[in-house]
C-alpha cells in the first residue's frame, strides 16, 4: 500500500497542478512533477498515524448515503431559508461517540460539515457536539449520526 501512495499521490498533485494551470507545456510538467515528488515526500513527514480501513467494499454505500442526505439537506434548508415566516430553532446535540480511530473521526467531521445545515463544532471525551440550524428532535439526530454514519465509519476503520 505504501508503494502506492508514493505512486499515487504525486500523479494526483501533479494532474491537479496542470489543471489548475490549464497548460501542459514542458515548463509546467515539470515544475508540477518536482512539486509533486517534493510535496508527496513531505506529507508522509506530517502523518505521524497510519490509517487501516477493512472493508474498503462499504465506502460506496457510505458515499451514496452521503450524497444522498446531503441532497435531502440542500433542499430542506432551502426551503427554511425560502420560507421567511416559518421560525427555525438552532441548537446543540451531544452525540457521545464510539469511534476511536482518528481517521475516521476526522471522516465523519467532513460528512457531518459537507451537510447543509450542520456543523462539527467540537469533540471532547468522546461526546461530538454538533450544530443544528433547526433543531426539532434531538434523539432523532443522535441515531441519525449513529446509526447511519457511525457505525459504517466503525465497520470501515476498527
Not at 508514493?6 to 489543471?19: D, K, Q, T
Not at 434548508?77 to 469511534?99: C, K, S, W
Request: net charge positive; glycine share 6%.
Amino acid at each position: 500500500m505504501r508503494r502506492l501512495y508514493w505512486f499515487l499521490l504525486p500523479l494526483v498533485l501533479l494532474a491537479l497542478w496542470l489543471v489548475l494551470n490549464q497548460s501542459l507545456s514542458a515548463g509546467q510538467i515539470a515544475l508540477g512533477a518536482a512539486l509533486a515528488l517534493w510535496l508527496g515526500y513531505a506529507s508522509t513527514r506530517l502523518r505521524p498515524l497510519r490509517s487501516r480501513p477493512h472493508r474498503l467494499w462499504l465506502f460506496p454505500g457510505l458515499l451514496w448515503r452521503v450524497a444522498v442526505d446531503i441532497a435531502k439537506s440542500n433542499i430542506a434548508v432551502g426551503r427554511l431559508i425560502i420560507d421567511h415566516r416559518r421560525e427555525f430553532n438552532p441548537g446543540y446535540v451531544h452525540i457521545p461517540l464510539d469511534l476511536r480511530d482518528p481517521h475516521a473521526q476526522a471522516l465523519l467531521g467532513c460528512i457531518v460539515t459537507y451537510t447543509p445545515g450542520t456543523v462539527w463544532v467540537d469533540v471532547s471525551d468522546n461526546t461530538l457536539t454538533l450544530h443544528v440550524l433547526d433543531l426539532e428532535n434531538e434523539q432523532a439526530w443522535i441515531d441519525l449520526i449513529k446509526q447511519r454514519y457511525e457505525r459504517t465509519l466503525k465497520e470501515i476503520f476498527e
